[in-house]
């Protein structure tokens, strides 16, 4: 049943042949052992410490048979740190002291001169009882995070190419790196690359990189004991501990500061890591996946990014394309989007426009998909008469002003045919001319672009 349970147990007692005694006993059965023979001295542990329990003895230096020193100490130690198991132990049995220790925040007791196998049931029970607890814990921290209803639409063959990889490296444990601007759905995808991989049934945690500032890091990673610095009231699970045997996604990977890159690089090469305040070593078997929109060969020539850091990060590089190049996809989303909202709002008669799906269509969407989702969101929330028509999405008129210098030649030629072609009502003739073009080289290009389709040919 305890097969496997292992941990640090902070041992106190008064007598030195007492504590050699345990700590044989424990450290054979492979625990780790600190001792203590006064309350002074297992507070001033636990302050620089970590521990997994606490086995203390009820009767110290003051007096032998009351029990007070250790029923302080129980008191003093719950308050430090309400999570760590206590066992007291005490030649001087009694059942109102056992109840009053246990009152008082004890988690059970044992009589002096213990029986070996029964003491090690006892502490491996309760050592068992605090990993169901931690992990507990981390489910509990892991549901206060908002969820958002979200879907992937993967109808153009830009995003079919993206999901082919993911299905062929998710099963992998191999960090994978997203890049792609913001707005395209890398957090969504992070999850996606979970849930198809061999920990989809583990933890999956989130951390904004670009959201902790210099003195945050640490104690958000890694975690801190109480009292480690001024703000530390209580202790607290840091995300890799939070993460353990799952994934860790850390998203805005490319702005944490150069001189902390190398802290969260040595946790990736060998996955320990210490809490703040804490000098023992623990370690956190989490896979990484991480994001980011910059270009990270300028960044590291620019020595912003530390060139080890990306090769820990990057085994799997996956770019997930901006919403102009995957535009079979934007209607789609359109519907996915008008669906929450209706449902959210409760206006499920709302219905869009063929003219406010057209500019839809014809928006360049620098904010991709996260642009998208609030422009429908205030669309079914404004429109009249349960109809989106253009006005009521939100794109104003310097908005629709396609950015050029975030476009290809080619892109940009395709918008200018495809502006012309809408301002003369699809006249081939007409928008030529306003093109200055030939019209046989306008229908080459529209052949080019397939926009050759329902226009008014001439006969001039």
């Known amino acids: 049943m305890f097969e496997g349970i292992s941990g640090s147990i902070l041992v106190a007692d008064d007598q030195t ?30 302050k620089r410490e970590s521990y997994d329990l606490l086995l203390t003895d009820m009767n110290f230096t003051q007096d032998t048979t009351s029990g007070k020193e250790g029923l302080a100490l129980v008191k003093s130690v719950r308050e430090q740190d309400t999570l760590i198991p206590i066992v007291v132990m005490t030649a001087w049995a009694s059942i109102e002291l056992s109840v009053e220790a246990m009152r008082l925040g004890a988690n059970d007791f044992i009589e002096k001169p213990w029986k070996n196998q029964r003491l090690l049931s006892l502490l491996k029970n309760q050592l068992g009882l605090l990993a169901e607890k931690r992990s507990n814990r981390r489910l509990s921290a892991l549901a206060t995070n908002e969820s958002v209803e979200e879907s992937l639409v993967v109808g153009s063959s830009a995003m079919q190419s993206v999901m082919a990889l993911i299905e062929r490296t998710a099963g992998s444990d191999a960090n994978i790196l997203l890049t792609g601007e913001s707005g395209v759905g890398k957090s969504l995808i992070a999850g996606i690359i979970h849930r198809s991989s061999q920990r989809r049934d583990k933890p999956f945690v989130s951390v904004n990189m670009g959201a902790l500032t210099d003195t945050l890091f640490a ?10 610095f001024t703000d530390a009231k209580s202790n607290r699970i840091g995300r890799f501990e939070m993460a353990d045997t799952g994934t860790l996604f850390l998203d805005e990977i490319a702005n944490i500061p150069k001189e902390l890159q190398a802290k969260l690089l040595r946790v990736l090469e060998s996955g320990e890591f210490e809490p703040i305040g804490a000098s023992r070593t623990q370690r956190a078997d989490v896979r990484i996946v991480s994001a980011s929109n910059v270009d990270f060969v300028q960044e590291i020539e620019a020595g912003n990014f530390r060139q080890d850091l990306l090769y820990r990060l990057n085994t799997i590089t996956i770019d997930i394309p901006p919403l102009r190049q995957r535009q079979e996809d934007i209607l789609p989303l359109t519907e996915h989007f008008m669906q929450i909202f ?72 395709q918008m200018l045919i495809e502006k012309a072609l809408q301002r003369y009502q699809q006249n081939v003739a007409n928008a030529a001319v306003s093109l200055g073009v030939s019209r046989s080289a306008l229908y080459r290009r529209m052949e080019k672009y397939n926009l050759a389709e329902d226009i008014k040919y001439d006969t001039e």
């Open 17 to 46: 042949h007492i504590l050699d005694a345990l700590s044989l006993l424990l450290e054979g059965e492979g625990f780790v052992v600190q001792t203590a023979q006064s309350p002074s001295e297992v507070i001033h542990h636990l």
């Open 219 to 228: 104690s958000e990673l890694f975690g801190h004991i109480k009292g480690a």
């Open 342 to 413: 209706k449902r959210k709002y409760r206006l499920e008669s709302v219905a869009l426009g063929d003219q406010a799906s057209a500019m839809l269509m014809q928006y360049h969407w620098p904010g991709n998909v996260r642009e998208l989702a609030h422009c429908i969101e205030r669309a079914v929330l404004v429109c009249m008469d349960n109809l989106i028509q253009p006005g009521d999405l939100g794109l104003a008129q310097n908005q629709q002003k396609l950015d050029l210098e975030n476009m290809t030649l080619a892109e940009a030629e």
